[in-house]
């Protein structure tokens, strides 16, 4: 396969990811107003990791899995179930008390933590295009945020606090990912981190459990089988398998259409409105897309595109 087409093939499958992670968000913040937080994302990626450790052990789908050596289990103890597991605990709670889309307007800002993490801009137009790109992104997720921020809007603050911090470790998490992505597969490094990641906070969704026991409607169920398979097992594969060949800030590019995904789903099934602000936040975010991930050359004459 071309690079060309490979790119794109792997483009194909992070949208996709998105448009199951906006139906997960919609439906995670429906569930976890009902049932504790915790709980809910811990037993969600502890069955999603096992799910997927099981298709690698009994098919053939994705290929032979990697015996795993002890300093291997470590990282994935304590570099990626660890930071998995926080970023859980952050992402649900600010689900618990804030809207959807407001959760996956904070990850939208995420390629601007990766590009910090990455090192120092370089005077080239790379950098140019991934700090422009990512730039752009940043202020439509502040458009669309703004309103928020206006004295008297009833927006929380808990809510808020908690998911910029999701945003962050979402990022660190890609990182880890990245690392361990050098020696395994992107389906092995979900099924991996997922299920640590689940017994981790095994204990804290315990206690969560008994002081607040989960109600077991039929369409609790649905939303968090359909969190499991789609949001986690698929979802998670597809974006693992792009950190193995694009480097995180590119990967998280991608992820600034969650929001658009997320308010979509929101919209038709929780009933969110879709306002003015939101479409121009939709068009900086979608520019800063198309700004990162457009290769120039291939449309400018090369006198015009600096060099690398």
Known sequence: ??????????????????????????????????????????????????????????????????RLDPQMNRKLWWRGGLSLAIYIVSFNWALRYTSASHVALYLGASPVWALLWEGMPEKSWRTFQRYGAATLALVGVFVLFRPALQAGTGANWIGESFGLAASVLWTNYGRQCRALGANLSGVEVSAHTMWRAGLLLLPIGIAEAIRHPPELRTDFILIQLYCIVAGGVAAFGMWNNALRHWATSRVLLVNNMIPLSTMTWSHFCLGEPVTTTFWLAMVLIVSGVILGQTNWQRFLPASNVPPE
Do not use: E
């Open 1 to 66: 396969m071309s690079r060309s087409k490979s790119d794109a093939a792997i483009a194909s499958s992070l949208l996709f990811a998105v448009f199951l992670w906006g139906g997960n968000n919609a439906g995670t913040r429906h569930i976890v107003t009902h049932w504790p937080p915790v709980w809910t994302g811990g037993t969600r990626f502890a069955l999603a990791g096992l799910l997927l450790l099981a298709l690698l052990r009994w098919t053939t789908w994705f290929g032979k899995p990697t």
